[in-house]
């Protein structure tokens, strides 16, 4: 038997005991914060060896499905995943690809005016007020660009998963980290936040409204109005690889 075969079918068995784990956690209803069951009721109730149960629980922990809690109470605890997996998977295949910033660009001019056409429809009133919150913290933090853009990431994260489909809220919050270019380089001075603080009101005021044609239409504005930035004051950079070692580090 090659070096191959062996090490191919431990790493096999193990997604299969994944996969029966997350199967479990569907069917009794598990919630984040639950622990699973003590590693001595895993093996039996799995039938497998402690190697390839481990390995299994290293795959959920890798996925960021599960933590492992230290000390005597501890074990695999059940966790809320949140997108920076996904991120570091879409940044690594988009170097292998080498697709360039633009890539991201073409997404969001997609995707963002018809997740805020959704979330007119489906946006709740806590949404709405901590979308507000968000424009008020840009506003208070004009000139300062770190916490500015911070707020506007919030901003669009807030819409995307009040779009009532979890996928849209997803993918736009594993592009949080680079849709607004500040990791290869564009810049925004104040006159250019000032301009995004004024789009941000109104697609506000669209959602508020409960107005999906308006709000559709303010996004795409917004979207537009920063490709044509980035365009003409750093056409390079939209045309750059993103490095995942540049993202993650």
Do not use: C
């Amino acid at each position: 038997m090659s070096v191959t075969a062996r090490t191919a079918r431990p790493q096999k068995a193990a997604m299969l005991v994944a996969q029966r784990i997350m199967r479990d956690v569907i069917t009794d209803r598990m919630e984040p914060g639950d622990l699973l069951l003590p590693e001595r009721t895993m093996l039996e109730k799995y039938q497998t060896g402690r190697g390839t149960l481990r390995e299994a629980l290293r795959l959920l922990e890798f996925q960021g499905v599960i933590a492992l809690k230290p000390g005597p109470r501890g074990g695999p605890v059940l966790r809320d995943p949140d997108s920076t997996h996904l991120a570091s998977t879409l940044v690594l295949l988009m170097q292998f690809q080498k697709a360039p910033f633009r890539s991201i660009v073409e997404v969001r001019t997609a995707l963002e005016p018809m997740i805020s056409r959704l979330a007119a429809e489906r946006m709740s009133d806590e949404s709405l007020a901590d979308l507000g919150a968000t424009i008020g913290r840009m506003r208070d933090h004009l000139d300062r660009q770190d916490l500015f853009l911070e707020a506007n990431k919030r901003f669009h994260d807030i819409i995307a998963w009040s779009s009532g489909n979890p996928l849209f809220g997803y993918i736009v919050d594993s592009l949080l980290g680079i849709m607004d270019g500040t990791v290869i380089g564009i810049d925004y001075p104040r006159p250019r936040r000032v301009a995004i603080l004024k789009a941000h009101d109104e697609i506000h005021q669209a959602l508020r409204d409960r107005d999906p044609a308006r709000a559709e239409d303010r996004m795409r504005d917004h979207i537009h109005a920063y490709v044509r930035y980035a365009e003409k004051k750093f056409p390079e950079v939209l045309d750059e690889v993103i490095r995942w070692d540049r993202m993650m580090g």
